[in-house]
């Protein structure tokens, strides 16, 4: 069966779709298939995956209106990697599922169908079953989407950059966390805390390091993911780092992150 | 009577409150009164001014619901600088506004009345004509809170970070002002695009500023604010930037940005 992960936070800019297009690519570099849902309004995933608007078609705002999976997928460059882009439409969903019976379970009710076998055994059968991970770029907010990503979600990766700001947000995300695992999704547990935009020139990002790793020890991956202009310009070539320069140290920390990843999954 | 600057931004990340804590206190030491309205269930504006959780009360949350503005305003530290403090019960308020009244004008309503003198002639008595200049710092997102800035406003700054993932998203920003002008607000218009973590190390943000002066011309700030340490390491001593280190490059950024901003009122 695949693994579903919610890559979700708030605070903005922090590396959210960096994360998500880097990691899915290393993973899949690895032989593994892996899925991106791009439930983000602003679209950065698709576009640095390199699907132009034009191809993009209703993408993941179809899934919340019941579309099949199979007509929503579009192809990436990248083998392995299959992508459902983002569409403008997400961004008036909140407001859309208000009046719907469960709108936390949109996604996961178009995902991962209930069947009943002659003996009435209830199956998951799991329309993701051809992927083995599905990792699921949320806008930056506690809303109705990032809800829908943490109900369908196996676990939640949190990118925290190396900030102050950044800090001080991640208790309300774990507090939040917590509340969606109790209502709707109780096997929903914290994948990892990964620290992005380490810059090694300054206290702050060392600080920030310590104080997570200090309150919450193992969850906070060993990878630190540095502060490094080639992954910025990446996506203006609609590449991901990983394509764009292999070699060059953000590229080479996302390779690393998806060993490590791999890694944590065994042993869990 | 007062200037209400809505600072907005979808993107996440891009220096939206850094730009509201310090080009207010920028404006304060000018000698302007100046209030925040921390509109961001996040509150890193009201973290950033050294408004601890505990003295915030009710906060902006209670303006969406009638509470009078004298009743959250809380002092900072700052001679000048007025703030009503964010409060995590925004998070809600998207949810609770879809069945009211004129959802997107709630912020209005609460700061700007509208009284009737004898002869019937429409007074609008500005319960902020106290303040000379009212900033509101925004969440990373196009829902209703934006929305309600942008209703009250009398123009937008957009703060832009020189990235391509942040170039990608100013159209779409654009066309929402645009729509929120014809439909509750004809007055708004854009303040100005700011420029901001410009490093002057890499070609990107070069490449992304000549992007973006070639498109929006004079709506583009001259004065641009440069990556800086000494920025980011403010907010967690709770204190602006212009106080925590008055004379490193990002403080004087946002003392030019202050003065641009006052010569471009006085020409329009
Ligand atoms: N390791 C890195 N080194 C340098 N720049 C980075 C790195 N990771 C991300 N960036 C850049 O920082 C900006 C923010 O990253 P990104 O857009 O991935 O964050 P996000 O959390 O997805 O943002 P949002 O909250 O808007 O969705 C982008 O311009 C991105 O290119
Ligand atoms: N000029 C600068 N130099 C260095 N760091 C900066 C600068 N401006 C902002 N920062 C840092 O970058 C991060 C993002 O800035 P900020 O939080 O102000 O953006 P924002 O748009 O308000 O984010 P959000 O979308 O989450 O509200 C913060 O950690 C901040 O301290
Ligand atoms: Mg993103
Ligand atoms: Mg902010």
Redesign the pocket.
Request: hydrophobic share 20%; no cysteine; net charge positive.
């Given at each position: 069966a695949s693994r579903i992960i919610a890559i979700a936070?708030q605070?903005?800019?922090?590396?959210?779709?960096?994360?998500a297009i880097n990691l899915a690519t290393a993973l899949a570099a690895t032989g593994k298939k892996v899925l991106i849902l791009d439930i983000?309004p602003?679209g950065?995933a698709s576009t640095g995956l390199g699907i132009q608007p034009k191809r993009r078609g209703i993408g993941s705002y179809g899934l919340f209106h019941g579309e099949a999976l199979n007509r929503v997928i579009v192809e990436s460059d990248i083998p392995g990697l299959g992508v459902v882009p983002s569409s403008p439409d997400l961004a008036g969903l909140e407001i859309e599922l208000i009046e719907t019976e469960d709108p936390q379970f949109r996604l996961r009710k178009a995902l991962i169908e209930k069947t009943f076998s002659e003996n009435n055994q209830e199956n998951t059968n799991n329309i993701l079953s051809n992927w083995d991970y599905v990792l699921v770029?949320c806008?930056?907010a506690l809303g109705m989407l990032t809800v829908n990503a943490m109900v369908l979600a196996d676990a939640v990766l949190v990118?925290l950059q190396c900030e102050f700001f950044a800090l001080e947000g991640l208790t309300q995300l774990l507090a939040a966390v917590e509340k969606i695992k109790i209502a709707f999704n109780p096997k929903l547990k914290i994948q990892g805390v990964v620290l992005?935009?380490f810059d090694k020139r300054n206290n702050l990002s060392d600080q920030v390091a310590q104080d997570v790793r200090s309150h919450l020890g193992d969850l906070v991956y060993d990878t630190v993911?540095?502060?490094?202009?080639r992954?910025?310009e990446a996506?203006s070539f609609g590449r991901p780092a990983l394509l764009y320069d292999f070699h060059c140290a953000?590229s080479q920390a996302y390779v690393h992150l998806a060993g490590e990843l791999l890694r944590r999954e065994k042993t869990n």
């Open positions: 936070n605070k903005g800019g922090v590396g959210k779709t960096t994360t983000d602003q950065n770029d806008p930056p990118p992005t935009m993911i540095p502060r490094n202009v992954v910025s996506p953000g």
